[in-house]
């Protein structure tokens, strides 16, 4: 057969022919770049062009539909929010933005996905199951990399504003381009609405039934000078901060005020060189810090606090072709630490490092082609931890591959879980798993078609153990279950469609993992018609058990459209109607969803 290049610097790993629709890259499955169809993990790309069609506002919302996707969130926007990737918990899925590690080391240990805006997004690559032998702790679920947007080509800048329902409004702008070797990016963004009331008085009637609102800023700053062909040097700067209202989870009246903040921030400097033909060598240096406050001084329990967590990480990654080989090794140090207090005088201020060696080889002979991840961790105070990842994928025929794996992850406690004054454990193990893969992908013009049975098993799950008032590890849990996705285009049609089927269980109880539903099923379509864009997004949820003392959520159904008009060329007017038919649902017990509620704006993009 024909064989196609596709390595990350140009030089791309061999694999069987496919045809031009296939040339959508993703870098997150394997650290280096490689056609989306030839990923073994199971891998989701959500470009600019899905984000736009969406109209979706912040990750949480852009995600929702995808494969292996849950989330929940104790209120309207802003309020906290919590994700599970094939039942694995938020603390079990690491986040990365533009290759920074996020992490949250305070006693939630759940990065605030809910402040990280679209506005200034160019991509989401979401690689499902275990990939902790080539990212280290925190991928037992997967992995959630988020690109924002870049410079390039000619200057031209792009705006956007919105208003709708709950005295909702957003506006942002940017301006991009290339000048004498320089690429450059600098955008804005702002959210604000007045919201509804998080809790439902009528399960919690202690509760304040006013409205709770939410005021997001965010920015995006990046600078890449080519020094030399193939020599680049970058600056990277991103952050957002929200500021959202909350209510007592149970524990309010109804004059209560709760108040809430959150800044999140990344930073990298980075140096990409071609060393040679064969070899690239990156060396990056970056840090990440989210700062959260709480303040409930007007309540019956006046009380407030602040947690920072910083991070500062140097990673040196070095790619090297080989024939139709790809080889990747790196070293990588992180300085992690936690600084809290709060309005009883109570402080944590601890630190950590972690040291971590990693290597891999992947690449194809003929129709078969495999991926091997290996990679060392080394924590201040816990043992080192070793995670392996080894995949296979045989080319049936041109449209048809099947793919196995199996892995093993860890997760380490945060440093809150450890030290916390009223629930640490200094004795705390971190989590360890171990998962296997079988499945099967059919990739044909512009369709790509994945179906995925996957088994996961965790030990020394890390939970609040309301026995001894501390986290511990109290139990195993497992999952296994079937995915399927779909993507591509129909005639004029894009459409994107998942199913999950899913069985997560405590294996010390053999019941149901908390918020998890056993089968979510999405539909999404978008249409041109001449000027319009019709679109719609249908989402299922099955009931899920919540806390024990009330009876399982109930399964819901959620349906989004949307239209787009082009005024001109770069203009457009865009419509979205939300929960259409104004279902009532949760997510988490006693906490409201937005009903029925419209948006309009306006999109400009300079061409």
Request: net charge negative; hydrophobic share 35%; charged share 15%.
């Given at each position: ?11 791309l ?34 470009g ?5 069609r ?35 918990a ?5 986040v ?5 590690p ?14 990280i ?39 031209k800048?792009?705006a ?8 909702s ?13 320089t ?11 007045s ?35 193939g020599h680049?040097l ?10 959202f ?18 800044k ?32 409930a ?23 090297v ?5 790809l ?63 080894a ?11 099947l ?23 200094p ?13 099967l ?36 849990s497992s ?36 918020r ?9 379509a978008?249409?041109?018609l001449?000027?319009w864009?019709?679109?719609?997004d ?6 899920r ?7 399982a ?6 349906l989004?459209i949307?239209t ?6 770069e ?10 038919f104004?279902r ?14 419209l ?5 400009w993009t300079?061409k």
């Open positions: 057969m024909a064989l196609l290049c596709s390595v990350s610097f140009g030089v790993a061999q694999s069987v022919v496919k045809t031009v629709e296939f040339q959508q890259t993703v870098v997150t499955a394997n650290r280096s770049e490689q056609l989306l169809i030839d990923a073994l993990p199971h891998t989701t790309v959500l600019r062009d899905v984000i736009d969406s109209q979706a506002v912040d990750l949480p919302s852009l995600l929702a539909s995808e494969a292996g996707f849950q989330f929940t969130q104790n209120g309207g926007r802003g309020t906290a929010a919590s994700l599970f990737l094939r039942g694995s938020s603390l079990q899925v690491l990365l933005i533009d290759g920074v996020l992490t949250k080391q305070d006693s939630t240990g759940s990065v605030s996905l809910e402040h805006m679209l506005d200034q997004v160019e991509r989401v690559e979401v690689v499902r199951g275990n990939v902790s032998a080539i990212y280290g702790s925190g991928a037992v679920g997967g992995v959630i990399q988020v690109f924002m947007r870049k410079g390039d080509g000619a200057p800048a792009f956007a504003m919105e208003v709708g329902s709950y005295g409004a957003r506006a942002s702008a940017g301006i991009s381009g290339q000048t004498d070797g690429n450059y990016l600098l955008g804005v963004g702002r959210t604000i609405t919201g509804f009331s998080a809790m439902n008085t009528s399960q919690y009637p202690n509760e304040n039934p006013d409205a709770d609102g939410y005021r997001n800023s965010s920015f995006n700053l990046g600078l890449t000078q080519t020094l030399a062909p680049t970058g600056l990277r700067v991103q952050g957002s901060d929200g500021l209202d909350t209510d007592g989870g149970g524990f309010g009246t109804p004059s209560a005020i709760y108040k809430g903040a959150s999140l921030n990344t930073w990298s400097v980075y140096s990409n060189n071609q060393m040679t033909g064969d070899w690239l060598s990156q060396l990056s240096f970056s840090g990440g810090r989210e700062r959260s406050t709480y303040d001084s007007l309540s019956a329990f006046p009380y407030d606090s602040q947690a920072t967590t910083n991070s500062r990480t140097v990673n040196w990654h070095n790619s072709s080989i024939g139709n080989w080889l990747t090794a790196g070293v990588e140090s992180q300085h992690q630490s936690i600084d809290t207090n709060d309005s009883y005088a109570t402080q944590l201020n601890r630190e950590r490092n972690l040291s971590s060696l990693f290597a891999g080889l992947s690449g194809a002979l003929g129709a078969h082609a495999i991926q091997l991840n290996l990679r060392r961790d080394n924590a201040d105070g816990l043992a080192a931890e070793t995670t392996g990842y995949g296979y994928s045989y080319q049936m025929q041109p449209a048809w591959k793919i196995a794996s199996v892995s093993t992850a860890f997760n380490l406690p945060p440093l809150g879980y450890l030290y916390d004054p009223f629930s640490g454990n004795a705390l193990q971190p989590e360890t798993a171990r998962s296997t893969e079988l499945g992908q059919w990739a044909q013009d512009r369709q790509v078609a994945r179906a995925t049975l996957f088994k996961t098993r965790t030990a020394n799950l890390m939970l609040y153990d309301m026995a001894s008032w501390s986290f511990n590890n109290v139990t195993d999952n296994r279950g079937l995915e399927l996705s779909y993507s591509g285009r129909v005639a004029s049609a894009d459409l994107r469609a998942s199913l999950t089927l899913q069985d997560p269980r405590d294996e010390s109880t053999g019941m149901r993992l908390i998890r539903a056993r089968s979510m099923a999405s539909f999404g978008s249409l041109p001449g000027a864009t019709i679109g719609g249908l989402r299922y949820t099955a009931d058990p919540d806390i024990v003392t009330v009876p959520l109930p399964a819901y159904t959620l989004n949307s787009r008009y082009a005024l001109t060329r203009l457009a007017w865009t419509t979205r109607i939300d929960n259409l104004d009532q649902y949760q997510t988490a017990y006693g906490y409201n969803q937005s009903g029925r509620a948006y309009v704006g306006l999109v300079q």
